[in-house]
């Protein structure tokens, strides 16, 4: 071929400016082996606005879940962000593709502490699907969840408790559906395998027009077995993955609330369920094993909480989510066991390590200029609090007897072994830190410090932990 050539019409959006030249220089280019393939390609691809919008959102929540499994939020944020504004433009802020976005949008400010955004945003998802879809359908379900969580983080004590009771009707009532739709995919089996054996018979009668209704019966009854069993198998699925969500937050929501019988057996369902799906390893099973040891740790069985979260830590590891917040957490859950049981310097180790893991996913939001003026906290409680453990470091002094004294000399907040307290960067701004579980852990870490003598790292872990628990 000599010469430079048009790219044909139906490529020419594909093909690079740059590259046309030597594309259409290329002999290879009239071949028809070579691009029947590639036109046929092309024209699986969407062509209107809707289908574009419908086909990169499905891209950027995928990458976005990629994103956030592993624990980078930020990235996943952005794209989950980019998935609704797309999504609200081309279908309407209400469409139920609208809402599917929104959740998983809601799930990833909740994982970051953003629990004011993600209780509005989770708020208008589950809008959406309760007025399109059935109380137990598994979309629902999922929305209910997210707000279940975040009610219960901005301490919606009424609401928490009026959407646990939702929660528990709609699981009886998904149950039920559930057991209609096996039902009804045996019954197709069933048929279709009673509809064989007569044709058998009618075959060894020799009977043609007996064979050729049968025959005709099997069509139309194997392809309603087909259709009938892959709505269950597929329903199944959703509902399962929804149920893991609810059960999760429901858990946590009933220990929340002192309610820990209903915590446990909620709890041992979520496992035995993220254990069917997933196997023994994988984020799900893991925040679900962290979620009963939660449990276990509230009623006072440190042994069997330990366990689980043994296993939970475990399995966050073989799925590779090491910068996972919920692996942080598990890593500072277990650390408060071993401490509780008189382990502190193993427990200061892992504390350091799980702060280090939670703080790399914390979220600060600059506050508005008349929102900067921080009240002085009331330093009473904790002057107080340190003089409680302050005692008890001196009960306990005969059971560390290598535990370092805090240093009398004014140094930095290092301790006398060199390691060092690890708090969030601080930032000349005045900020709002939003991060109830790394309050928490920094408050289980100063226990820890004040049980080692360690008096002034215990302040800054303090400290800390007021500015990360003033979330709400």
């Known amino acids: 071929m000599q010469g430079a050539c048009e790219i044909p019409p139906e490529l020419k959006e594909f093909v690079p400016e740059f590259l046309a030249t030597t594309v259409c220089r290329d002999p290879v280019w009239d071949d028809a082996e070579f691009m029947d393939p590639i036109k046929s390609y092309y024209a699986t691809l969407p062509t209107s606005n809707v289908e574009r919008a419908i086909a990169d959102s499905d891209e950027k929540r995928g990458a976005a879940r990629d994103f956030a499994g592993q624990g980078n939020y930020s990235k996943g944020n952005a794209l989950f962000h980019g998935a609704v504004t797309l999504l609200s433009k081309e279908l309407g802020k209400t ?7 929104l959740c998983d949008l809601a799930w990833c400010l909740i994982e970051q502490g953003r629990f004011h955004e993600a209780d509005e945003v989770a708020t208008r998802a589950f809008q959406i699907y309760d007025e399109t879809y059935e109380a137990d359908d598994p979309r629902t379900l999922t929305a209910l969840a997210r707000i279940i969580k975040t009610s219960r983080m901005l301490s919606n004590w009424p609401k928490v408790s009026a959407l646990c009771q939702r929660a528990e009707s709609s699981m009886l009532a998904a149950v039920g559906t559930a057991e209609q739709e096996r039902y009804d995919a045996e019954a197709a089996s069933e048929a279709v395998r009673t509809t064989e ?40 699925h959703d509902r399962d993955r929804a149920f893991t969500s609810l059960l999760d937050d429901l858990a946590d929501a009933y220990r929340a609330r ?27 099973v893991a925040q679900a094993l962290r979620g009963l040891a939660e449990t276990h740790k509230a009623r006072g069985s440190l042994p069997n909480a330990k366990t689980c979260l043994e296993k939970s830590i475990a399995a966050f590891e073989k799925g590779g989510a090491l910068g996972h917040l919920d692996y942080g957490a598990a890593v500072a859950s277990i650390a408060d066991v071993i401490s509780q049981q008189g382990d502190d310097a193993k427990a200061d180790k892992l504390f350091v390590r799980a702060i280090m893991i939670m703080s790399a996913n914390t979220v600060s939001t600059t506050l508005r200029e008349e929102e900067q003026q921080v009240p002085q906290q009331d330093t009473t409680a904790q002057e107080e609090i340190i003089s409680v453990f302050d005692a008890r470091s001196q009960r306990n002094s005969d059971l560390h007897p290598s535990s370092p004294k805090s240093p009398k000399s004014p140094k930095s907040p290092k301790s006398e072994r060199g390691s060092q307290i690890v708090s969030p960067g601080e930032s ?17 870490h100063a226990e820890t410090l004040l049980l080692l003598g360690r008096k002034k790292d215990a302040r800054e872990a303090f400290r800390a932990a007021m500015k990360y628990a003033t979330w709400s």
Do not use: F
Not at 95 to 101: D, E, F
Not at 258 to 284: F, H, N, P, S
């Open 95 to 101: 469409h139920i593709l609208t809402a599917t976005a």
């Open 197 to 236: 054996g007569q044709l058998e018979q009618a075959e060894a009668l020799d009977d043609e027009k007996l064979i050729a209704m049968y025959n005709q019966q099997l069509i139309v009854k194997r392809a309603h077995e087909k259709t009938t069993c892959t709505h269950a198998a597929d329903a199944k």
């Open 258 to 284: 002192g309610k820990y019988r209903d915590a446990m057996r909620i709890g041992e369902r979520d496992v035995a369920l993220c254990t069917e799906m997933y196997g023994d390893q994988g984020t799900q």
């Open 428 to 444: 000349e701004k005045p900020q709002q830190r939003v991060h109830p579980e790394l309050a928490q852990t920094l408050n289980n």
